[in-house]
């Protein structure tokens, strides 16, 4: 199983990116994806997740309102568009895949991350 995601980069703030994260996973449309983000010297947190049972989606509140996540169950990608970016979502933004049978909060898998970074 494999999550990779791309489309990070330097933006100003204001402006908008699109992280894509491609999953090879077998049984995509029975996972929970998620996309978290960890910025320098401070905890990972989470972000957005589109449930697999398309209940939500739910945003952190720190977003809501700036970022919409999606996903697409045939082509196994789960995006999120981010809008009216600022400084402090600077961050490398990982997604991560957490299967409708776990019995516990915890991902059973995460991407490589990709850097955002929102220039003031």
């Known amino acids: 199983v494999q999550l990779q995601a791309f489309g990070g980069g330097l933006v100003q703030a204001g402006g908008s990116l699109r992280l894509s994260c491609a999953a090879s996973?077998?049984?995509?449309?029975?996972?929970?994806m998620s996309w978290f983000r960890q910025a320098p010297g401070k905890e990972r947190e989470s972000v957005a997740t589109?449930?697999?049972?398309?209940?939500?989606?739910y945003y952190a509140d720190s977003v809501k309102g700036r970022f919409t996540i999606s996903r697409d169950n045939a082509k196994k990608t789960v995006d999120l568009q981010m809008n009216n970016l600022k400084p402090e979502d600077t961050a490398v933004y990982y997604c991560?895949?957490?299967?409708?049978?776990?019995?516990?909060?915890?991902?059973?898998?995460w991407g490589q991350g990709t850097l955002v970074t929102v220039s003031s």
């Open positions: 991560a895949a957490r299967t409708r049978f776990s019995t516990t909060s915890q991902y059973d898998y």
């Open positions: 996973i077998r049984a995509f449309s029975s996972y929970t």
């Open positions: 589109a449930t697999w049972s398309g209940s939500g989606p």
